[in-house]
């Protein structure tokens, strides 16, 4: 039988990979300018750049704890759902707990 993305209980897979997208189109220009704003060498720019990529290293491995270790009956779905919850806090974290301001910089 063929997977329908589009169903309700499959729609996670395609929204996650869409939401994925966005994020990363959208904070890249903060990771690529930002910095050049406020004259980082190009070593801090290439070490911005790694730790960006960093997560997606470690694809596989997730993989392979998600596929063996399922959580609330599901493989992919509840992991997916930490992972957001995740992201959302360190989100709002680095909103409400950082100051990125020129003179705090300075």
Known sequence: RAVQLFR????????????VGLLQGLSGPFTNVYP????????QQATIS???????TFKLVFGFISD??????????S???L????????????????DLSKEAME
């Open 79 to 81: 992991y997916m759902l």
């Open 83 to 98: 992972g957001w919850f995740v992201t959302s806090l360190s989100m709002l974290a680095l909103l409400f707990f950082s």
């Open 68 to 77: 063996n270790f399922p959580m609330m009956g599901y493989r992919r779905k």
């Open 50 to 56: 790694s730790l960006k990529s960093l997560p997606s």
């Open 36 to 43: 050049l704003d406020l004259n980082a060498s190009e070593a």
């Open 8 to 19: 309700l209980e499959n729609i996670a897979v395609p929204a996650c990979y869409l939401l």
